[in-house]
């Protein structure tokens, strides 16, 4: 993002192995098993981006968009995608918030994240993955698993290779570049990567145990429950009577909103309507999160 231009877009393509990626706003002991995670040597890493926790291992290739504002569209950067599977004879498709399905199995989860007049939208493509680490390493909320009709997170993913077995990632990588190139109609450019001392800053805040791990005071009180855009599981510290600190969990595509509301809680009372009062009601998350506190008995 500091090194995209105006009128340009970045086709990132990449790769981890053996990784746990949980969103931005996600508790890392409740979303994943850390003692697997640690008995395994399994890299733990947190993004910028809001969305579900993933694993990743040399099976899966990642993609991300880079552009400015005026150039970002969801729907057309995941038409990349959908265009370079149908030159592999595909035919996948958009679904709900952040999902590419194929014969109704999940290859593809999405996240986004907006900064300073610049945006990137990155995913997974499942093309040949170690499927049973999933469950392994991941603990989905049990109601996000209810409410796509499934009883497992592995029961609703697959592999691209399932549907073609000589599907693998150098091909894929040639087949999204030429979709780009038609989509957007231009040539790609191959640019540089980074060198290592512009990365420093970034590898220290990233590796770091605070950015990775968040958060975990001791609270008082503990909400949660799931909407159409995400989980949310407020908790609360209370001292006498004021909320000293609040802390919102939530797989949310919005992890700045997410923040922002949890900042506006803190140091108002405990008290249904001064809730209400603090949390704006000029988004979507906030308006059902201030409902779902009209609900409540306290």
């Known amino acids: 993002m500091d090194r995209v231009h105006k009128n340009e877009m970045i086709l990132y393509l990449w790769q981890n192995d053996n990784t746990v990626v949980i969103g931005r706003n996600q508790n890392v002991w409740k979303e994943c098993s850390l003692v697997n995670i640690e008995r395994d040597h399994v890299a733990l890493v947190r993004r910028s981006s809001g969305g579900g926790a993933v694993y990743h291992d040399l099976g899966n290739l990642n993609f991300t968009f880079i552009t400015d ?29 952040n999902d590419l399905l194929l014969n109704g199995f999940k290859f593809s989860g999405n996240a986004y994240y907006h900064h300073g007049g610049y945006s990137y939208h990155h995913g997974t493509l499942l093309i040949s993955s170690d499927l049973s680490k999933m469950p392994i390493y991941l603990n989905p909320d049990p109601l996000k698993l209810k409410t796509n009709g499934v009883s497992s997170v592995r029961s609703r993913v697959a592999n691209l290779s399932d549907f073609r077995k000589d599907l693998n990632i150098k091909l ?23 060198d290592h001392d512009g990365l420093d800053s970034y590898l220290r805040l990233y590796s770091s145990r605070e950015w990775i791990y968040g958060k975990n005071p001791p609270f008082d009180i503990s909400l949660s429950k799931r909407f159409a855009w995400g989980g949310a599981e407020i908790r609360l510290r209370i001292i006498r009577g004021i909320i000293q600190d609040c802390i919102i969990h939530s797989d949310s595509m919005d992890p700045d909103e997410i923040e922002r509301i949890a900042e506006k809680l803190k140091g108002c009372a405990f008290e249904r309507t001064a809730i209400m009062h603090n949390i704006p009601k000029d988004s979507q998350i906030a308006r059902d999160l201030n409902e779902w506190i009209r609900e409540q008995e306290f």
């Open 172 to 194: 894929v990588k040639g087949l999204l570049i030429k979709a780009a190139e038609e989509i957007y109609g231009c040539k790609a450019e191959k640019m540089p990567f980074p």
């Open 69 to 97: 504002d005026e150039n970002y569209d969801v729907e057309k950067q995941s038409q990349v995608i959908v265009k370079a599977l149908e030159k592999a004879g595909l035919k996948a498709e958009i679904s709900g918030r």
